[in-house]
């Protein structure tokens, strides 16, 4: 019973993505949704109280399993250093569930400035990666292995770089192989982030 109503949500939500990345948000309707899905309303509302739930729920899940990588990365127990080249190693995890979905990613930053609650919940995760990317600096610092007199700041340059890499990467996929343009990326800052012998 359970994994029925599991698979009926994943029903709702690969539907909901279709639709908003086809047609946007705003001319998508629970009705539309339903019909893609090959679900009833009543099994919709059982699941999500609305549209903008099912939204949410979209957001919220890829925000989520790139909060759970950096929080992986950040317990490595490694030098700052290694750990941030490390995280090289999630652009593949980013590209690869963000593949195709330029038009949902629209679609998100687009309702984001549009809509408090988007907003919110949009930036929190951002405010969380640079609070670890800020953390992860200042412990380079102590151990020695990257010098920097403003970590938060490092912090904001860290979260561009990944941010531009993924937009450049959504906006246009075949113009380059990303994923080692972002590692590249973050190898350069690395460099210029190391203590200086």
């Known amino acids: 019973m359970q994994e029925r109503s599991q698979e009926t949500r ?17 001319a998508t309707g629970v009705a539309e949704i339903c019909t893609r899905a090959g679900v009833s309303k ?4 059982h699941h999500f109280p609305s549209k903008h739930a099912v939204f949410m ?13 950096i929080q992986f990365f950040g317990r490595s127990g490694r030098p700052a250093a290694e750990t941030l080249l490390g ?3 999630m652009l ?3 590209f690869h569930s ?3 979905q330029l038009p949902l990613f629209l ?5 984001a400035s549009r809509n408090k609650s988007v ?7 951002y405010h969380r990666f640079h609070q670890q990317f800020t953390q992860l600096v200042q412990r380079g610092t102590q151990d020695g292995s990257l010098r920097s007199d403003d970590p938060q700041s490092t912090a904001w340059v860290i979260l561009a770089l990944a941010t531009g890499v993924l937009l450049q990467g959504l906006l246009d996929p075949q113009a380059a192989d990303w994923d080692q343009v972002g590692k590249h990326g973050l190898q350069i800052l690395i460099n210029g982030l190391k203590k200086e012998s």
């Open 98 to 100: 963000a593949s195709g």
């Open 92 to 94: 593949e995890f980013i």
């Open 42 to 45: 009543g099994a919709f509302y």
């Open 119 to 125: 907003w919110q919940t949009t930036i929190a995760p």
């Open 87 to 89: 995280m090289g190693s």
């Open 57 to 69: 729920a979209l957001l919220e899940e890829w925000l989520s399993g790139l909060d759970k990588q």
């Open 107 to 111: 679609e998100f930053w687009a309702q």
């Open 10 to 26: 994943l029903q709702i939500t690969a539907a909901a993505s279709h639709l908003f990345s086809q047609s946007g948000y705003d």
